[in-house]
């Protein structure tokens, strides 16, 4: 059964979307099956793993207003093992339309219930804020989560996110945990990088990912080929640092598996 795992962070640009793409692709290529979940309007990750929003007849947002059945919806990508459930821009609206239904916050965890049984692992986009979709990535997920740029304002807002993490256990998903927080965009030359690393891991604990994210031209560039890093530059340093994160991923929940028995 999928372990199903959001990718969440109110703050925009710390690299949510890079890592929910290229994850999802690492696990896939560590021969798990993985679904690669957009819940994010923009879009990136859709377009990022090369399918065109503007063409999709139909997207998680359908799914989620209960008018689609998501292995309609599904795409398989080039990567073995890997699947799509797109979104587009009209997954915005979805808010608006859910506000005020009854047991708002659960509508994707039903779309997803179904098709945990196929994959290994769920992996979900989510948008840069901690609205209602992402209360309902949140409410579907095991666990999230949270990529953190090395830079000062690194901690910035995460009291916020990890309050809502809070709240979701207590009003809406008591099994949902914090899988661990990801350093993402680091570079080793400066002091600054290495200063919040060490904070980090000081405050956080065994909480923070022994993986870092480093900056790396061939990881920015990915997503304009519609691409995967581990499709695009398979020897680069990005493409090596996110297979080390699925494989620590993979050891923490085997370990996990190996407790509960």
Do not use: W
Request: hydrophobic share 40%; net charge negative.
């Amino acid at each position: 059964m999928a372990k199903i795992i959001s990718i969440a962070n109110q703050k925009g640009g710390v690299g949510k979307t890079t890592t929910a793409v290229n994850l999802s692709a690492s696990l896939a290529v560590l021969e798990k099956r993985v679904l690669l979940v957009d819940c994010d309007p923009q879009a990136n990750a859709t377009s990022g793993i090369g399918v065109n929003p503007d063409e999709l007849e139909s997207s998680v947002y359908e799914c989620i207003l209960g008018q689609a059945e998501a292995e309609d919806v599904i795409f398989e990508t080039d990567t073995p093992n890997l699947d799509l459930l797109p979104t587009r821009i009209d997954l915005v609206g979805a808010e608006v339309e859910l506000v005020n239904e009854k047991g708002r916050e659960q509508h994707l965890a039903r779309v997803l219930g179904p098709l945990r049984d196929r994959y290994d692992y769920i992996i979900i986009d989510c948008s840069p804020s901690l609205g209602l979709i992402t209360l309902n990535a949140l409410t579907a997920s095991d666990s999230v989560i949270i990529p953190i740029q090395s830079e000062y304002f690194a901690l910035e807002g995460l009291g916020k996110l990890l309050n809502t993490v809070r709240i979701v256990q207590t009003r809406l998903n008591p099994n949902l945990a914090i899988e661990g927080l990801l350093i993402t965009m680091y570079d080793r030359r400066l002091r600054l990088a290495r200063q919040v690393v060490e904070d980090v891991r000081s405050h956080f604990k065994q909480l923070v990912f022994e993986t870092l994210i480093y900056r790396n031209t061939s990881l920015a560039e990915a997503p304009s080929y519609g691409k995967s890093i581990i499709m695009h530059d398979a020897t680069s340093t990005g493409a090596i640092n996110y297979l080390n994160l699925a494989q620590e991923i993979l050891t923490r929940n085997k370990q996990s598996n190996d407790s509960e028995e």
